[in-house]
């Protein structure tokens, strides 16, 4: 098992940037595939995107390609969702999901293990 905590979210004006952090401890971070969703009020959470164990395959939603950035780095048990060009509909609670699954995941219910999510918020 693993457990994840989310931070680094906050209020930004629209056009702005700002990087979440999603750190583990439990079990090495290397087992898993790593996730980013996001759920806004109202609205089912929405897959953001993904990274492999190693990290070397990385696979965005097109709603925010060209725009958010994922990576890890195993060694200090860390995933990272750089958000550059944000705009008010990225506002939602962002979550870090863990998976055991090989492979890219991009459905909810394939992840195990989830942060209790960071709130990010953009001004128009």
């Known amino acids: 098992q693993v457990q994840l905590v989310e931070s680094g979210g906050g209020l930004v004006q629209g056009g702005g940037s700002l990087r979440l952090s999603c750190v583990s401890s439990?079990?090495?971070?290397?087992?898993?595939?790593m996730g980013w969703f996001r759920q806004a009020p109202g609205k089912e959470r929405e897959f953001v995107g993904t990274?492999?164990?190693?990290?070397?395959?990385?696979y965005n939603a097109d709603v925010v390609k060209g725009r958010f950035i994922i990576s890890r780095d195993n060694a200090k048990s860390t995933v990272y969702l750089q958000m550059n060009s944000l705009k008010p509909e990225d506002t939602a609670v962002y979550y870090c999901?863990?998976?055991?699954?090989?492979?890219?995941?991009?459905?909810?219910?394939?992840?195990?293990?989830w942060g209790q999510g960071t709130q990010v918020t953009v001004s128009s």
């Open positions: 439990g079990r090495t971070l290397s087992s898993y595939g």
């Open positions: 999901a863990a998976t055991p699954q090989y492979g890219l995941a991009t459905n909810p219910a394939n992840f195990g293990s």
């Open positions: 990274i492999s164990r190693e990290g070397s395959i990385i």
